[in-house]
């Protein structure tokens, strides 16, 4: 009679649709596995998964379990509604930054915050650390990739003008002028902030040309240059302009005085 029992219970196979009533259980090798209580189930019988759930220790793992688990998402994915109050700070730092100062960004926050109960908008965290970056690393770089692709299709003029900061570096400043075929207007932008050991005609020039180099713009659709008038950005010889010329013969100059 054992033996006939042994046999019966060997035949058993695990049955997926378990796992449908069963939420816990998966199969381990020729048994059942509980996920919960982290233990084997010998027995391939739905009667004993039915006791086995009813148990006490079960059911107070499953509590345990159930306060403290998190999805996948609840780390890294994005429900909509973190999607809509990230899309709303984005748009709240630019209207900060161009209408106000980012430090007013703490005082608006509150005032949004206590108006915005049982809504999306109550969960706001934006003050005016991530609001200054925001504007930092995600607009302005955003907003520069989208220059730099018009720019690869259009001519342009180059407007730069050379700087030293407090901590006595030299830099760069490259501005471009352009005509938008996308709004149909004529448009000044800032491009880039570029740092420069030497402020010689050469370094400068190199400076530029290793920067259009990088963002795969066209130095050659450079239609026209304006700078201070300095020799060594505007001299005849030895200059920006006429290292400029060079790639741009009907490169037209203005000097800003």
């Known amino acids: ?9 060997e035949g058993r196979k695990y049955n997926k649709e378990w796992e449908k009533e069963f939420k816990w259980v998966t199969a381990r090798g020729n048994a059942c596995h509980c996920k919960v209580c982290n233990i084997t189930i010998a027995s391939m019988k739905k009667s004993v998964l039915v006791l086995h759930e009813k148990g006490a220790k079960h059911i107070k793992n499953c509590e345990s379990v159930g306060k403290h688990e998190k999805t996948i998402h609840s780390y890294f994915g994005t429900s ?26 703490d005082h608006f926050t509150d005032i949004i915050k206590e108006y915005s109960k049982k809504s999306t908008l109550e969960n706001t965290k934006l003050l005016r650390t991530k609001c200054a970056k ?7 770089k955003a907003c520069c990739e989208e220059l730099i692709e018009e720019l690869k299709n259009l001519k342009f003029s180059l407007l730069i003008d050379e700087s030293t900061d407090v901590s006595v570096s030299k830099l760069l400043c490259l501005c471009v002028k352009f005509f938008s075929t ?6 000044t932008e800032f491009l880039a ?4 050991t030497s402020a010689t005609g050469e370094s400068i020039f190199k400076a530029i040309e290793d920067f259009f180099s990088n963002i795969k713009v ?12 300095a020799s060594n950005v505007c001299g005849a010889h030895n200059s920006v302009l006429s290292r400029l010329k060079n790639i741009s013969p009907g490169i037209a100059f203005i000097a800003l005085c």
Do not use: P
Not at 82 to 98: D, G, M, N, P, Q
Not at 182 to 187: A, Q, R, V
């Open 218 to 229: 066209d130095l050659a659709n450079c239609m026209g240059f304006a700078s201070d008038g």
């Open 1 to 9: 009679m054992g033996r006939w029992k042994t046999s019966y219970e």
């Open 80 to 105: 909509a509604e973190k999607t809509l109050l990230r899309e709303f700070e984005i748009k709240y730092s630019v209207a900060v930054e161009c209408h106000s100062s980012v430090r007013s960004v």
């Open 134 to 140: 925001i504007i930092s690393n995600v607009v302005a």
């Open 182 to 187: 996308k709004e149909n207007i004529l448009k």
């Open 193 to 196: 902030l570029l740092q420069i």
